[in-house]
Each structure stands twice: as C-alpha cells, then as structure tokens.
T-cell receptor
Framework: GIQVEQSPPDLILQEGANSTLRCNFSDSVNNLQWFHQNPWGQLINLFYIPSGTKQNGRLSATTVATERYSLLYISSSQTTDSGVYFCAVTGANSKLTFGKGITLSVRP | EAGVAQSPRYKIIEKRQSVAFWCNPISGHATLYWYQQILGQGPKLLIQFQNNGVVDDSQLPKDRFSAERLKGVDSTLKIQPAKLEDSAVYLC????????????FGPGTRLTVL
C-alpha cells in the first residue's frame, strides 16, 4: 500500500515562531488531508488539499502532487497549536492512510 | 451542525472480557469508518461502511472484532474477547459520500485492557 512519511517527528518552538511540516507519499493520491490532534485526542480537519495551496488564518498548506509531497506552514505559532499533526492520503484503494504524525510543542 | 458522537469516552476492562463502542455519524453522511489508534501511531482503518453495507474490512481482526451498522446510521464496534494489545483509542469518522470525501472524526474511545 501507499507509504506516508512525515518530518520532522518532533518539533519544539517558541511562541511566535514559524514552522514547516512536511509529508511525503510514495504513490499518486486522490485525496490528502492535514489533521491536528489536540492533547485530548480529538482529530480536527485542517485542510483537504490533494493539490495546490490553501490558507486558513495562520495556517497554510501546499501539495505538489507530481512530486508527491505536501507542506503545512504554521506562522506566529501559539501554545494552542501544540499537539500532533497528521498527514493522511487516499490512494488507488480509496483507503485513508495516515503518517506517524509530527509532535509540535509550542512554549510560552 | 453536530459532529460525530462516540461513547463511552473511556473504558477499562480485563483481558478476555468483551466491550462495545457506539458511534453516531454526522447527519446525512453515508460513509462511516472505524479506526484504531495505538499510542504513538497514526490511526489505522478497521472497517468502512457505505450506508449499511461493508466496503472494506480487510484490516479488521475478524476472530475477535465485529461491527455493524444496521439502519445505515449508528454503528457499534465490539471486541470479544479483548487482548492486551487491543489497548488503543478507537475513532469513528464519517464522510458525506465516498472515501474521497473529507472525513470528520469523533472524540474517540480510549480502551485500556489490563
């Protein structure tokens, strides 16, 4: 099946800093989603982005499908941004496959 | 719009006992998913329903896990008997149509098997 790799595995930021989270995938995808899992375990949809660029407030995402990667940008980070960020893709089997996640800690 | 509802939120059982989880998807969503998330990993799909039919259950350990969605709305996931390695968070998600649509997740049920 399709492989999803996220980097870096862990990230520590000072409040106000910017960051870039990366997701690489091994095959063509029909769907790509970025999620934020908060410390209580809730998975929150951030972006549905199989290709192109989207922005939502301080967050933006870019997927370059031909090169099989996606980037999530967080600007002016806040402590509430802490948690685990997952990239998940749907390939030819129409099954959503998750990466292992990136753990972000934003310090005040 | 109400989100995906799950209950219970937490459950502690001993190995070899049985347990059941309940999920109510977003109103109007035809597709329902159950995922297992082991600590430190991403969620893994166990079973996918389209209305009340099973679309994919290839990763469901059928010797001990079962799931149903009788009226195409609510769903239950059962484990019988539970093993220590079943300790995980069980997440339910729903989407409007096919697996290509955006999936929305419930808060999960955290299961601890002692």
């Amino acid at each position: 099946g399709i492989q999803v790799e996220q980097s870096p595995p862990d990230l520590i930021l000072q409040e106000g800093a910017n960051s870039t989270l990366r997701c690489n995938f091994s095959d063509s995808v029909n769907n790509l989603q970025w999620f934020h899992q908060n410390p209580w375990g809730q998975l929150i949809n951030l972006f549905y982005i199989p290709s192109g660029t989207k922005q939502n407030g301080r967050l933006s995402a870019t997927t370059v499908a031909t090169e099989r990667y996606s980037l999530l940008y967080i600007s002016s980070s806040q402590t509430t941004d802490s948690g685990v960020y997952f990239c998940a893709v749907t390939g030819a089997n129409s099954k959503l496959t998750f990466g292992k996640g990136i753990t972000l800690s934003v310090r005040p | 719009e109400a989100g995906v509802a799950q209950s219970p939120r937490y459950k502690i059982i001993e190995k070899r006992q049985s347990v059941a989880f309940w999920c109510n998807p977003i109103s109007g969503h035809a597709t329902l998913y159950w995922y297992q998330q082991i600590l430190g990993q991403g969620p893994k799909l166990l079973i996918q329903f389209q209305n009340n039919g099973v679309v994919d259950d290839s990763q469901l350990p059928k010797d001990r896990f079962s799931a149903e969605r009788l009226k195409g709305v609510d769903s239950t996931l059962k484990i019988q008997p539970a093993k220590l390695e079943d300790s995980a968070v069980y997440l339910c998600a729903s989407s409007l149509g096919t697996g290509l649509d955006t999936q929305y997740f419930g808060p999960g049920t955290r299961l601890t098997v002692l």
